[in-house]
Nanobody, 126 residues
Framework: QVQLVESGGGLVQAGGSLGLSCATSGLTFSDCAMGWFRQTPGNQRELVAA???????YYPDSAQGRFTISRDNAKKTVYLQMNSLKPEDTAIYYC????????????????????WGQGTQVTVSS
């Protein structure tokens, strides 16, 4: 059974930092590109960071320069470090796994992801 379990969410003041972790099991982690998405009520899930099997990151403009994604294949875990947080970063954050063949492929849309975690709440107060 595939499981993705996020941790590290919480409440932080604007300008602060927060680190999220996503521990996986039941899948071959090294065969997966990984991603972090976020979602607010009434909106679609939005990609905030993605990383290829080989460790190449991708960030949309909203996260560029503030968020850092990394992975530890030995621990089967993906991380998201968020700095300079803003109130508009408030959302439920989800990690996701995308089975890909290419070592350098980054999956940037939700449809490309096969497995999802349950989400962790991040709240940024002003």
């Amino acid at each position: 059974q595939v499981q993705l379990v996020e941790s590290g969410g919480g409440l932080v003041q604007a300008g602060g930092s927060l680190g999220l972790s996503c521990a996986t099991s039941g899948l071959t982690f090294s065969d997966c590109a990984m991603g972090w998405f976020r979602q607010t009520p009434g909106n679609q899930r939005e990609l905030v960071a993605a990383i290829s099997r080989g460790g190449s990151p991708y960030y949309p403009d909203s996260a560029q320069g503030r968020f850092t994604i990394s992975r530890d294949n030995a621990k089967k875990t993906v991380y998201l470090q968020m700095n300079s947080l803003k109130p508009e970063d408030t959302a439920i954050y989800y990690c996701a796994a995308s089975l890909v063949s290419w070592w350098s492929r980054v999956s940037t849309t939700a449809l490309e992801y096969n497995h999802w975690g349950q989400g962790t709440q991040v709240t940024v107060s002003s």
